[in-house]
């Protein structure tokens, strides 16, 4: 079963279409980056998935049921991008309240808050006011308020917004650490050298439509070699490799114990290399794009679909 599932989700504000036919799979257990540039429709995607807007065409499961629904909501923790405190409340009972709202008898909520407040970096600040934290520290308060009531499925809207390289480190690293616990992850970045880091499948919307969606390393190896026109080849045998290929024409050159190809046709590249590899009775140590990132692939479907 998917985490969530949307198909031919459409949005409209009066005459504006801000969602056009949408369809995204996000599979359970996995972190999924959802990427496009401001207007793009990220934020509405994200708040129909929540309950917040109704869909004005198509459907939104949550784990099997529909979005909105009170046993769906109840296994949602949400980030959102800005998040407002009341400054005079201490954080120790501002999670409390959060896990009352979830069902959690007081003391089980008490004893929650302070547990997630050390695992996000603010043991030793459960008695002090919000208003006394820093912007950084107010963003590891929204990440451990995303937490109480343990949801199976996470929305971070920029999770890492106004934290130091330091700090961002972690909050990524402690997202790695919820998806090997079996979370699932929907993670929505500016950054993003951040979502390539912790993210296993991306969806990049545009224009209210979905250009791309899947496995990570899938989309940027398939852009990147369709458009690029390079890969690097790593071989045990390399000589004998090299050979076999400039027999067959192929435009290579040699950087230490990189075999770069360039062509136009890279589908007819990577239909060879096993047949030449084969021949040379070779093993293929590394076969991939180069300069393939998401950052490059982004610009490009971006621009391409603009």
């Known amino acids: 079963m998917s985490a969530i599932s949307i198909c031919g989700l459409r949005k409209t504000f009066g005459s504006f279409t801000a969602l056009d036919n949408v369809d995204l799979e996000v599979p359970e257990g996995v972190c999924f980056g959802i ?7 990220k934020t509405t995607t994200i708040k129909i998935i929540l309950g917040l807007l109704e869909p004005s065409e198509g459907e939104v499961r949550v ?3 529909m979005a909105g629904s009170y046993n769906v909501r109840r296994r949602i923790g949400y980030l959102p991008e800005r998040i407002e405190y009341h400054n005079h409340v201490l954080c120790i009972d501002f999670l409390k309240y959060v896990g009352i709202l979830n069902h959690m008898k007081p003391l089980s ?14 043991e030793g600040w459960e008695s002090y006011p919000i208003g006394t934290l820093s912007a950084g520290m107010k963003q590891r308060l929204g990440l451990a308020q995303a ?6 499925l996470l929305i971070l809207d920029e999770p890492t917004t106004n934290l130091d390289p330091i700090g961002r480190k972690e909050i990524l690293d402690k997202v790695r650490e919820l998806v090997r ?6 993670i929505s970045s500016h950054i ?21 969606q899947g496995k990570l390393k899938d989309v940027v190896q398939e852009l990147v070699r369709s458009k690029s026109g390079r890969c690097e080849l790593i071989v045990d045998k390399k000589d004998a490799v090299l050979s076999l290929l ?33 021949e040379a009775d070779a093993r293929i140590i590394k076969f991939a794009p180069v300069g393939g990132t998401l950052q490059e692939v982004f610009l490009q479907l971006v621009s391409e679909g603009g």
């Open 181 to 186: 616990d079996g979370k699932t992850v929907l």
């Open 35 to 41: 990427l496009g540039p401001n207007g793009a429709g």
């Open 192 to 212: 993003l050298s951040e979502v390539e880091a912790v993210s296993d499948y991306v969806g990049i919307i545009f224009r209210g439509r979905v250009l791309r």
């Open 63 to 65: 784990f099997g049921e």
């Open 109 to 122: 909520a008490e004893r929650a808050a302070r547990e997630i407040l050390a695992w996000v970096g603010l």
């Open 246 to 278: 400039r027999e067959r024409g192929v435009d290579v050159t040699v950087d230490g114990e990189r075999i770069i190809i360039s062509s136009s046709d890279m589908d007819s590249v990577g239909k060879m290399v096993p047949k030449v590899l084969a």
């Open 147 to 152: 937490l109480m009531g343990s949801p199976d």
